[in-house]
């Protein structure tokens, strides 16, 4: 097959869909992790102020 201009132009369209997938599961990715992250705060926060009360019942 003898290469044509829209060759070139139709391997960078497919590549930048390659890109702009991978974006995307990267993104999903870092959101998933961040609300983790959240919810592990809040609960190491919870945890805090359990041990912080227990302490002062005990003294």
């Known amino acids: 097959m003898k290469p044509t201009a829209a060759t070139p132009r139709s391997n960078v369209a497919t590549f930048l869909s390659a890109i702009k997938v991978a974006i995307a599961a990267v993104d999903e990715f870092i959101a998933s992790t961040a609300a983790a992250v959240e919810e592990q705060s809040i609960v190491t926060a919870d945890m805090s102020t ?10």
């Open 50 to 59: 359990n041990m912080q009360r227990a302490s002062a019942e005990l003294a």
